[in-house]
């Protein structure tokens, strides 16, 4: 079984519907209250609430061989127009979020004897998006922890990477402006803006035997 947070929509969504369809089960965990068996509701930012939704999959004796992170926000605001608020709930998603997640989930892969942990962060972290100081606060706060986890679960068979994404059209982008978004791309390696396919050929990379040794690893999808 894959985890998936952020699998209803957007990158996730893809990701969700490519795993599916290579046979693989996949639970996705977000807020939304669906009646699937195959989804968890809870709170992604609150470790009680993750909690339940690990209780509720371990009850389900399933073995779990990766864990991949896909759920974050964002808010185009300038430093010192951000709402604390806003800068909260930010840094509550992204960064905490992704810590509860992983502590939290984390054993169900040193039960399964290993497996993959994949966290998501930006180009923006790199690039140094000017509007977006907080979002890449999170993110660049995601990169860190999951080097560090990369190497306190590694004697547990386990790997921990991110994958740093460029634009890719989502609800997550829609308030760069398209002169922004078109710099981001010129600056990649690769001049082209990378789909949600792009960003499942890595996962399925970090996934596959092939990638054992790769672990404590930031993979910028189309380089910079």
Do not use: W
């Not at 010192?80 to 960064?95: C, F, G, H, R, S």
């Not at 040193?110 to 890449?136: C, D, H, P, R």
């Not at 679960?153 to 994404?165: K, R, Y």
């Amino acid at each position: 079984m894959i985890i998936v947070t952020g699998g209803r929509s957007g990158i996730g969504h893809v990701i969700v519907s490519l795993l599916r369809k290579e046979g693989e089960s996949v639970i996705t965990l977000s807020r939304r209250n669906l009646d699937e068996s195959e989804h968890i509701s809870c709170d992604l930012s609150d470790f009680k609430s993750l909690e339940l939704a690990y209780k509720s999959i371990k009850s389900r004796g399933c073995k779990v061989k990766a864990i991949i992170n896909c759920a974050g926000i964002a808010s185009m605001n300038l430093v010192l127009t951000t709402p604390p608020d806003v800068v909260e709930k930010i840094i509550q998603t992204n960064l905490i979020g992704t810590i509860y997640l992983n502590q939290i989930f984390a054993p169900l892969l040193i039960k399964n004897g290993g497996g993959s942990i994949i966290n998501f962060s930006t180009i923006a972290v790199s690039s140094a998006l000017k509007g977006e100081a907080v979002y890449i606060a999170s993110k660049a706060g995601v990169e860190a922890f999951s080097r560090t986890l990369a190497k306190e679960l590694s004697p547990f068979n386990i790997t921990v990477n991110c994958i740093a994404p460029g634009p890719i059209k989502t609800d997550l982008i829609k308030a760069i402006p398209q002169e922004t978004i078109t710099s981001i791309v010129k600056s990649q390696i690769i001049n082209r803006e990378m789909q949600p396919e792009d960003v499942f050929s890595m996962i399925k990379l970090l996934l596959s035997p092939n990638a054992r040794e790769l672990t404590g690893q930031t993979l910028h999808l189309g380089g910079f």
